[in-house]
Each structure stands twice: as structure tokens, then as C-alpha cells.
């Protein structure tokens, strides 16, 4: 007879089997299992160290082909401004904290081409005008209340003054004036007196505006004699550079500046080039969209969003050699019209 005490004994050694059955099982599955893990964990380790080397050597390279490619484009950047900008002074303009590596290979291709290149004219944090000084100095060099936007108007009337000088005169001109000097000097004197006409230089803004620390003129990488005040003359024409990482904003000096030589002068002898460093076919930096976004300079003023880079610099110097020729935007922007400008 079977009673409750069978049924207590059976189910228990049911359960009995059941867990030495899964015990045994679990012991040699698990040792099973760890065995391949381990031997999988050992051949990704062994690629992750082939990776690694793969990763060294590939740095090693890209090291060796930058410096490679570095050693090319110092060497290829006078060769092909070779024979542009003939006989034009050229003045490059930039705003400090723009990396300095772009505006030396500004100055190399300057230096290559058959320009006179004469320096570079950094503009300095001190056009910070949300600074009381700052105002208070600027409005005594430019000769103008310390208001601000009167001081940027009266900044951007000087400066178009200092940079675009009147065109001398005709050497007829000049040689009938001297003759008529000399011809009332014997009508009316024994003493013989004649003055050559005085050589034309640059108004006194820029001295004074160097002297007060607004400016900043570095003429030894061109290894120029010029002095400051006879680094302007007329037909000069300008590389104006800024960044987003420069330490004033465009509004503070490029474009007051580029504004007052449009409203005075057209076509405008100068190219507006950003040193930004940018990803292809994305937003453009704010010195050059800002440009290209005032129709009265984009029509009158050539572009280059990319001279970080060395087809940015290439483009510069050739837009600045078809002035007043072409008028074009250059670069890697969505904003741009073409890498470079076409040959001419």
C-alpha cells in the first residue's frame, strides 16, 4: 500500500537526481564554455597588439608625409606665385591670434611672387572699444568723440584714407608745374629755388595708430627698408586676414575697414582671406560670410575661406593678382563659388 510517506520519499529523490543531474551538467558545460573564452580572449589580444603596431607604424607615416607634404608646399608656394602681382606693393593686414603659420605662408608666397611685399600690419586687441581707454585713446588719435559708434565711423573714413592714396599726378603735370616754378623764380629772383613736388605718404593715421599700440607693423619676415610712414602708396594692394580665433571680431576692425575702402574707392584693391581651420561644405567662418553677406563688398571684394590650408593660400595671391579683373569667393564653404579662381 502505497501511502503519503512513499509519495514524500519519491518526490524528494526526484529532485535529488534532478539537482546532481544539473550540477554534473553545469560543471562540464562551464569548463567547456571558459575554455573557449579564454581562446577567444587570447586571439583578440593577440590582434588587438597587431593593431596596435598597425596603428604606430600607420602615425609613423602620416607623420613622416605631413612633414613631407609641409617641406612641399614651402617649397611650391613662391614657384606658383612666380610671375603674379607684378610690380604691385602689397601690404598682408591681420588681426592678432590668427595662427601665425597661415600668415607665414601668406608672407612666403608674397615673397615669391613678383609683388613687393613690404610686411604685415597686425591690428591689435586694443581696437576693443567696449573698453573706456581704448575709446579714450582712439578718439585722441583719430581726432573724434570717444562715442562709440562715431568712433567706428570715424576709424573706418581714416583708414580708408591711410590705405588708398590719391593718384599722383601726371608727369606732364608735374614737369609743366616744376617749369613754371622755374620761369616766375627768373621773372622774379636771381635766386634760383625750385622744389621737386614733396613724394606723397601715407597720412599720419597709421604712425599715430601704431605709436598708440592700435596697430603693430612687422616688416623683418619681408625684410623690407620701408619705413612706416612711407609704407603706403597709391595702387597698394591688401591681404586682409582674420580668424574666428582672432582676438577681435570682424565688426571691431576688418569690416569697418573694408567698408570705408569700398565707399571710397571702386574697384576695392584687396582680397578678405580667414585662416579658420574648416570642415568641407559646412558653415563658413565670420570674417568671410560676413563679407559675402554685404552685397556692396561681396560685389567689389574677393574671398578666400580656407587659407589654413595651402590651396586657401594659392587662391589668396591669384585673387589678389585678377583685381580688379575678377571678383570671386574661394574656398571649401558652402558660400564659396569654387576651390580656386579659374586662370586668366
Known amino acids: 500500500m502505497i501511502n503519503l510517506r512513499y509519495h514524500i520519499v519519491s518526490i524528494v529523490a526526484v529532485f535529488l537526481a534532478l539537482g546532481i543531474g544539473l550540477a554534473l551538467g553545469s560543471t562540464f558545460i562551464s569548463s567547456a564554455v571558459v575554455s573557449r573564452l579564454e581562446a577567444e580572449i587570447d586571439q583578440l589580444r593577440t590582434e588587438r597588439d597587431d593593431l596596435r603596431e598597425r596603428s604606430s607604424e600607420l602615425g609613423t607615416e602620416l607623420e613622416t608625409a605631413l612633414a613631407d607634404q609641409g617641406q612641399f608646399e614651402e617649397a611650391a608656394l613662391p614657384i606658383v606665385a612666380t610671375g603674379l602681382l607684378d610690380g604691385s606693393r602689397v601690404v598682408l593686414m591681420a588681426v592678432e591670434g590668427v595662427d601665425d603659420e597661415s600668415i607665414r605662408d601668406v608672407e612666403v608666397a608674397l615673397q615669391g611672387s613678383a609683388a613687393e611685399f613690404v610686411g604685415t600690419l597686425w591690428a591689435t586687441a586694443r581696437f576693443d572699444l567696449s573698453d573706456a581707454q581704448n575709446r579714450e585713446d582712439l578718439a585722441g588719435v583719430l581726432g573724434s568723440s570717444a562715442n562709440e559708434a562715431r568712433l567706428r565711423r570715424a576709424l573706418q573714413q581714416r583708414m580708408a584714407e591711410a590705405l ?62 620701408v619705413p612706416v610712414d612711407r609704407l603706403i602708396v597709391f595702387g597698394t594692394r591688401y591681404v586682409m586676414v582674420s580668424a574666428d580665433e582672432a582676438n577681435l571680431p570682424p565688426t571691431a576692425f576688418m569690416l569697418p575697414v573694408l567698408r570705408g575702402m569700398a565707399e571710397a574707392v571702386d574697384p576695392v584693391p584687396a582680397v578678405a582671406a580667414d585662416a579658420t581651420p574648416l570642415l568641407r561644405d559646412g558653415p563658413g567662418p565670420r570674417f568671410v560670410d560676413e563679407v559675402r553677406a554685404v552685397p556692396e563688398l561681396a560685389a567689389e571684394v574677393s574671398t578666400q575661406d580656407n ?29 564659396a563659388d569654387a576651390l580656386l579662381p579659374p586662370p586668366s
Not at 608727369?171 to 608745374?177: E, K, P, W
Not at 593715421?205 to 623683418?220: M, N, P, Q, S, Y
Not at 589668396?316 to 580688379?324: E, F, G, M
Request: aromatic content about 6%; cysteine-free; charged content about 20%.
Open 164 to 225: 588708398l592714396l590719391e593718384e599722383p599726378k601726371e608727369t606732364g603735370s608735374v614737369v609743366g608745374g616744376v617749369l613754371s616754378d622755374v620761369t616766375d623764380e627768373l621773372l622774379t629772383d636771381d635766386g634760383l629755388q625750385v622744389e621737386a613736388p614733396p613724394a606723397a605718404t601715407a597720412p599720419a593715421t597709421l604712425v599715430d595708430l601704431i605709436d598708440a599700440g592700435f596697430l603693430r607693423f612687422e616688416g623683418e619676415r619681408a625684410n623690407t627698408t
Open 307 to 335: 587659407l589654413a590650408e595651402y590651396w586657401g593660400v594659392m587662391g589668396a595671391t591669384t585673387a589678389l593678382d585678377q583685381y580688379p579683373r575678377v571678383v570671386g569667393h574661394y574656398g571649401v564653404t558652402e558660400t
